[in-house]
């Protein structure tokens, strides 16, 4: 292997939207070192995701197969899968991979193979009575009153609802739990859920410093967008000018978590939540510049390639919704960031034609000059891409609709929510008895507010409908029998292991 070979970095940012990325056009400066670097590199305009969320949207990314190819009720990668970072290792790259405690992309779900250090941070303690994730209950489901006051409060509960008072009431508890009932806070730090960009980005420097002058494949898993929403102060005060509060930055994400809220009483506090999101970009954008700078210092940037883009988006009331459950694949969800920068590459214009996850895998290899597995189901697209050629071929994105807990293997059995799109125009179909399907056009209504009338376009759809049976067909047709079954019995050994202690 030469020494000259190019080095690969790839950071995954979670529920990044590309919208709110300043090299696709957003106002707010959540971006200003990536814009920067986005000057001298390939931005692919319309990046889609191939499952979502985080545990159907890497199996693409890291082994450019698509989330259900294994079958539903196989989630991550199976044992002995073929990865980007296998084949990198077998080539002669020191792999390191540092994911900021998202379970879903864990050794648990075979995602350290083909990794020499291997650190999801898992062990990280999150501070009590957290909340916040996707789909959770309210800090004021969480802080029930006990003892006599508890069974007054419930008393109190059910009068005001039997009243017609239930929201009052509601309101009332709400406040008492985060003013009153909650533990005093005193730093962002206190209530993040996940590891910082600045924590991970710390032990990866330490790793490179280790490297040495071989060739690396380093991926960098980055939760500062991922709810609950508390960004480091630093960038928030970047960003708005203002000092972060942390009582404030509670008060939001609690608010935006309650489960008993119409989405117009969400509205009245969704653009502060936002900018508690924004912030958290933010955050990542000043430690990838942190990084840059290490490896401009250690004088290794000049041979890297870097790729960020992120495992899916986010929702804010586009739709009536919040966070990332699999019950949509609309563009806050399905649209992500790609930037990939090669050194001495030329920056061209790329059409806006979709450009699948399934096929950033082989992409890469490529760029490295390294053969990808014959198990990959991508291709690269690498030539078109550096020659801006015109593509129209269908993009699939999928999962199992309602799945927002894996780690409960009957909550992986619901039905397929399948997505076909090309560049102008976007098929969804829920692939269950009695439902249907809703097409959009892309050009004329790109928030998706209009699905299209049946009989609109029909050529178009039935097209895309072709390009979902080919799909389909292809995943039964293609897959290794003996990988999913491998998962299984992964799966199974983990559940005897859990059982037994």
Known sequence: MSAQQKSLILVTVDCLRADHCGFYGYQRPTTPFLDTMAAESVVVPTAVIAGAPTYYSFPAILASRMPLALGRDVIGLAPGENTLAAALREAGYATAAFSAANPYISQRFGYGQGFDVFQDFLDFDPPPNQVGAEDSGSEQDSAEIVGARGRINRALKRAAHAAGLGHLYDDLYFEYCIRIAAPPVDSMDALRKFPSAEAIVEHATVW????????????????????????????????????????????????????????????????????????????VDSQVA????????????DDCTFVLTADHGEEFLDHGRRYHAPVSLHEEIAHVPLLIRVPDATKKEVPAAPFSHLNLAPTLLEILGVPAPQSFQGTSRWCRLQQAAPSDDPVITECVYGCTNPFRSRDRMGARLLSIRNSRYKLVIRVAEGTGEDMYDLEMDPTEQRPMRQGEQNEVRKRLL????????KMLDGTDARAPLRARMRDLRIELQSNSR
């Open 466 to 473: 072709q390009a979902a049976c080919v799909h389909m067909q």
């Open 208 to 283: 490179l410093s280790s490297v040495g002058p071989r060739p690396f494949f380093l991926w960098l898993h980055l939760m500062d967008p991922h709810s609950p929403y508390y960004p480091s102060p630093a960038a928030f005060q970047e960003l708005t000018g203002r000092p972060a509060s942390p009582i404030r930055a509670r008060y939001l994400n609690e608010f935006w978590n309650r489960s008993d809220l119409t989405v117009g009483r969400l509205q009245s506090q969704k653009e502060s939540v936002v900018e508690l999101y924004d912030a958290g970009i933010r955050s």
């Open 290 to 301: 942190k990084l840059v700078c290490f490896l401009k210092q250690a004088k290794r940037w």
